[in-house]
């Protein structure tokens, strides 16, 4: 039989043109501030900073600590073990599940990395929340990591800085949750008794329990752009107070304005924001 040329030939070259491409879903992504697109390439080289607003994404705590510390060199403390559910809590489903699912997801044990390293050539311990792990809640296991934190900076005669990203209190694990808030201050005065110095980072959103314990404590407070720092949300505020909020109220500028914040420091400038702070606040100390 002859080969039909136009059935044959022209029309799978025309398919091998036309045919949708396999594309990775995650490619692109859409600003929240400016809804402007951003290609992944370019959002993981900026930082996870729009291109096109300065708009402050939020970060992966591995990013993160990789931009902060020294050679972009850390290492982890594994934090202490914990019941998984005191209080056998359930709502629409067991607590126990959405921890499985949490882990699952991210890889975590739960919602706090403790890393130690030098930044600007001084010791610092780190506690780093993770926002991707239900909301970087504050349970027992993120109390009891940040007290680790704390320790391991006396021990090691380094700084301790804490950088929340957090929705507060865990509600599953109710009272004991509640109860984190004095233990992480304890474990700030615990630093302070040391002669150590306290900084903290703020990055969006600060809130809930997370802001009315240790991240409004620091000796010193750092704050990326437009994060949000507050307790509870503007609605709830504004239908108790019966008024108005002022424009930009519980960003980190109307903070630094009213002197809640010390300052206000663009992501790709904070290691070397960070590293003088600590120049002037441990003189003595020996650089790494």
Request: with cysteine; proline share 7%; charged share 20%.
């Amino acid at each position: 039989m002859a080969m039909n040329w136009l059935t044959d030939f022209i029309r799978p070259r025309i398919r091998s043109f036309v045919a949708p491409k396999d594309v990775p879903g995650d490619l692109w992504s859409k600003c929240p501030a400016c809804e402007g697109m951003l290609f992944a390439p370019d959002l993981k080289t900026s930082h996870n900073v729009c291109t096109h607003c300065g708009h402050h994404l939020r970060m992966p705590v591995k990013d993160r600590l990789a931009l902060l510390f020294d050679g972009r060199c850390y290492k982890t403390i594994a934090p202490p073990s914990v019941p998984d559910d005191p209080l056998r809590f359930r709502d629409r489903r067991r607590y126990t599940e959405r921890l499985r699912e949490a882990r699952a997801a991210t890889g975590l044990r739960d919602a706090i990395t403790i890393a130690h390293g030098t930044i600007g050539g001084r010791g610092v311990v780190a506690a780093a929340f993770h926002f991707s792990f239900m909301g970087g809640s504050m349970g027992v296991a993120v109390g009891q990591g940040f007290l680790k934190a704390a320790r391991e900076a006396v021990a090691r005669r380094a700084a301790l800085l804490a950088i929340p990203c957090s929705g507060g209190a865990r509600m599953q694990e109710g009272a004991l949750s509640l109860m984190q808030m004095p233990r992480t201050v304890l474990a700030v005065e615990e630093v302070r008794a040391a002669g150590l110095p306290y900084i903290v980072l703020l990055t969006d959103p600060t809130t809930g329990g997370v802001t009315a314990s240790f991240a409004m404590l620091g000796d010193i407070h750092i704050a990326e752009p437009g994060a949000m720092i507050g307790f509870a949300g503007q609605r709830v505020i504004a239908e108790t107070i019966r008024e108005t909020l002022p424009p930009g109220f519980q960003t980190a500028e109307y903070l630094r304005e009213n002197g809640m914040v010390d300052m206000v420091v663009p992501r790709k400038e904070m290691a070397a924001m960070l590293g003088r702070v600590l120049g002037l606040v441990m003189p003595d100390a020996e650089a790494a």
